[in-house]
């Protein structure tokens, strides 16, 4: 029988800024079994000030106190390993659900960062209240901005041979994807690169556009709940998703046109896998029928993403 375990976000439960195969797994899950992970985003100076009326857990100042950044400013909760994974194998991992954990979320702008560094070179940041009974997102002009959360950072460890990584730059294990699709009811399929696969999660973002321009989303505290099943044997050699749908496949590169021909390879990949139709022909069929997307412009690997409908396929949208 699948058990179910839950992490909460504290100094022994969370990585700051990396992705290593050497980190020590929090947690060991079976195939099968489900995981309520919390998260917290933010460093010291992205807390909201005093009086503003929004809430900081303590277990967040906790997290401040007590670990240090190393790399990259993302705090993940994790790793959990799952028994049995090992290279060649893959994560199916469906997200349940991910829910508000905040009242609040910032948006910054960083010097020499963001997609247009040179037009807003200056430091700005600001402090979005969230309303999580009714799942908006409030902006200081005043528009009411729809809460759509998921996760910007999923990833297993890289290989380990590869040593500590920066969370900020996404690649074959996941990582910082800022997939905006990846929401409750969605699948990711991860490779698996390490004993254990050691999985993670974190940079919550209660919205986010295609592309996440200015350098970060709605940052915030989420609570994910996923079921991990272990793919034996996969033979993945990047991630790919899917949604109720669409299948999706991803590229990343410093080049954004190297990043759609990635993805656009993927996708032509996940189309022959899955039909009688040539390589040919399935790259036609996206011609026709598939979208790429711009993931994001700001993780030094840029994304883009294809999205196919399942229609393209002939096979139903799944519940």
Not at 137 to 154: D, H, K, N, Q, S
Not at 269 to 296: F, M, N
Request: aromatic share 6%; hydrophobic share 40%; proline share 8%.
């Amino acid at each position: 029988m699948a058990d179910r375990i839950e992490l909460l976000p504290e100094p022994g439960t969370v990585h700051w800024g990396h992705f290593d195969a050497a980190l020590a797994p929090v947690a060991e899950i079976a195939g099968g079994d489900t995981v309520v992970i919390h998260t917290v985003s933010g460093g010291r100076d992205d807390l909201p000030p005093a009086g503003s009326g929004m809430t900081v857990r303590p277990e967040h100042r906790r997290i401040h106190d007590a670990v240090a950044p190393d790399l990259g400013p993302h705090i993940m909760t994790g790793p959990v390993a799952v028994r049995g994974a090992e290279p060649g194998d893959a994560l199916r991992i469906e997200v349940l659900d991910v829910a508000l954990r905040e009242d609040w979320g910032f948006n910054l702008i960083r010097p020499g960062a963001g997609t247009l560094p040179d037009r807003f070179p200056d430091h700005r940041r600001i402090h979005l209240p969230i309303d999580r009974a009714a799942g908006t997102v409030l902006t200081p002009w005043g528009l009411e901005i729809p809460a759509r959360p998921f996760f910007g950072v999923m990833g297993t460890a890289p290989p380990p041979h590869l040593g500590r990584l920066t969370s900020i730059v996404p690649g074959a294990f996941g990582g910082n994807i800022d997939n905006k699709e990846l929401t409750a009811g969605s699948v990711l399929y991860l490779p698996v690169w390490t004993e254990g696969a050691l999985f993670s999660a974190g940079d919550g973002h209660a919205a986010q556009g295609d592309g996440e321009v200015c350098l970060t989303a709605v940052e915030t505290g989420l609570t994910g709940t996923f079921r991990i099943d272990l793919v034996k044997r996969a033979g993945l050699s990047f991630p790919r998703a899917e949604t109720p749908g669409h299948l999706i496949a991803m590229g990343f590169d410093e080049d954004l046109d190297e990043a759609a021909r990635m993805a656009l390879i993927e996708m032509i990949g996940l189309i022959t896998e899955r039909t009688s139709l040539s390589e040919e022909d399935a790259y036609r069929l996206c011609s026709l029928a598939a979208d790429l997307r711009v993931t994001q412009l700001v993780n030094r690997r840029k994304g883009i993403h294809a999205m196919l409908g399942r229609w393209a396929l002939g096979t139903k949208q799944t519940p």
